[in-house]
C-alpha cells in the first residue's frame, strides 16, 4: 500500500481520515500535529504519547516527507540561509532564511523551476519542471527551522515558481500554517507574492485569511515590462491593477509591488511618475530593489538615482522603501535561486 505524505492534509481533513480510516481518536490529530509542527520529529515511532498500535497505524498509512538538504551556504555578509533540497522524486529546490533585526523570513519555492522566463530571473531562465505539492511547500520550511533549530514566524513564497500557477496547493499549504493546531502563523506573517494572474488575484480576495499580497510589477508601461516579463503579453499591466484593485475593494488590505530598478530602463524620474499614474487611488506599498546579479547582464542604477526614484514616489503620495540587499554573496537575493550550482548537483 502506497503511504501518503502526512503533510499534504489539513486538520480537519486529517483528523477525518485519522478516526474514520484509523479509528484514531480526535485528540490523536492534535498530538501528531504538535510533534511535527511544533516539536519538528519527523518519524511516528518517536512519538512516544501514541499507543505502538497507533503508531504503527500511522507508519503503515503514512510518511513525513521532509525534502533532503543536499547544501547550505551561509551569507558571510548578513547570515542569510540558502538551502538547497533535494524532494523524493529527486527534483531540487531552493529556499532562503532571511535575517532582519525585528524579524527571520522563510523563503519558499512553489514550482521546480519556474515557467515565465522573466529575464532578470536566473529561475526562469533555467526552465520549468513540475508544481510542488502542498506537503513539499510545507516541507521546506520544516527542514530549515530544523536544521536552525528555531522557529521561523513570517513565511514569504518568493522562492523558486510562479505561486498562483500552482493556486490550490499554495492555498492549502497557507492554511496548513496559519491553522492553530497545526504551524499557527499568523495570517499577517504570510505574503504570496505573483507576476500577475489576474483571475487568480481577484479568487484570492475570496478568501477569508488576512495573509499578504506582493505583485512582481518592474515596470510602468507595457512597452517596457513586455521586455522583461513575457506574461506581460498575456496580463498586461493595466489588466494587473485592475485585478489588485478588486483584490483592494474585496480585502480592504494595501497591496505591495515588488519593483526593481534596472540601468537606463525603469530608474528615471518619468518612470516613477508613470507608476504613480498607474497606480491611481490604490493602496500601496513599494518595494524598490536594485537588480542583482543576472542572466540578462542588467546593472544597478546609481544610488543617486535609486534615491531620486524613491523620493519622487515618496513626494507623490505612494508609501516605498529601498528593500535591504540580503544573500547576495550567495545567490539568494531576488531573482538568483536556482543558478549553475543547482544544475551541476542535477548532472
Not at 530549515?144 to 496547493?169: C, I, R, S, T
Not at 493595466?238 to 483584490?247: G, K, L
Request: glycine residues 6%; hydrophobic residues 35%.
Amino acid at each position: 500500500m502506497q503511504t501518503k505524505n502526512i503533510l499534504d492534509f489539513e486538520y480537519s481533513d486529517l483528523q477525518s481520515y485519522l478516526l474514520n480510516e484509523l479509528g484514531l481518536e480526535k485528540f490523536r490529530t492534535d498530538q501528531i500535529c504538535d510533534w511535527i509542527y511544533k516539536k519538528r520529529v519527523f518519524d511516528f515511532e518517536s512519538m512516544t504519547n501514541l499507543s505502538k498500535d497507533d503508531r504503527q497505524k500511522l507508519s503503515d498509512n503514512f510518511k513525513i516527507s521532509i525534502p533532503h538538504i543536499i547544501k547550505k551556504q551561509v551569507s558571510k555578509i548578513d547570515g542569510t540561509t540558502k538551502y538547497l533540497l533535494e524532494l523524493e522524486d529527486r527534483n531540487t529546490v531552493e529556499a532562503v532564511i532571511i535575517y532582519y533585526p525585528s524579524r527571520t523570513i522563510a523563503c519558499i519555492s512553489t514550482q521546480v523551476g519556474c515557467p515565465l522566463k522573466c529575464s532578470f530571473c536566473s529561475t526562469g531562465q533555467s526552465g520549468y519542471v513540475r508544481n510542488l505539492s502542498t506537503g513539499e511547500i510545507i516541507g521546506q520550511l520544516l527542514a530549515m527551522e530544523k536544521d536552525k533549530e528555531m522557529d521561523v514566524k513570517n513565511v514569504v513564497y518568493m522562492g523558486m515558481g510562479e505561486p498562483l500557477l500552482n493556486f490550490n496547493n499554495v492555498v492549502q499549504s497557507v492554511e496548513i500554517l496559519n491553522h492553530p493546531k497545526m504551524k499557527k502563523l499568523g495570517a499577517r506573517h504570510i505574503t504570496i507574492s505573483t507576476a500577475g494572474i489576474p483571475h487568480k488575484i481577484e479568487e484570492l480576495g475570496d478568501l477569508s485569511k488576512e495573509f499578504r499580497l506582493s505583485v512582481s510589477l518592474h515596470a510602468p508601461t507595457n512597452l517596457q515590462r513586455d521586455q522583461i516579463m513575457p506574461i506581460n503579453h498575456k496580463y498586461p499591466v493595466e489588466q494587473v491593477i485592475q485585478s489588485c484593485r478588486i483584490y483592494q475593494e474585496k480585502t480592504k488590505k494595501r497591496v505591495t509591488f515588488e519593483y526593481i530598478l534596472i540601468k537606463g530602463f525603469n530608474d528615471s524620474k518619468e518612470d516613477a511618475l508613470k507608476l504613480v499614474e498607474l497606480f491611481g487611488d490604490l493602496k500601496v506599498m513599494v518595494n524598490l530593489i536594485p537588480v542583482n546579479a543576472n542572466p540578462a547582464g542588467f546593472e544597478k542604477p546609481s544610488k543617486r538615482f535609486i534615491q531620486a526614484f524613491l523620493d519622487t514616489l515618496i513626494k507623490n503620495g505612494i508609501d516605498a522603501v529601498i528593500r535591504a540587499e540580503k544573500g547576495s554573496d550567495i545567490s539568494a537575493a531576488c531573482g538568483q535561486l536556482r543558478t549553475r550550482e543547482l544544475k551541476e548537483v542535477n548532472r
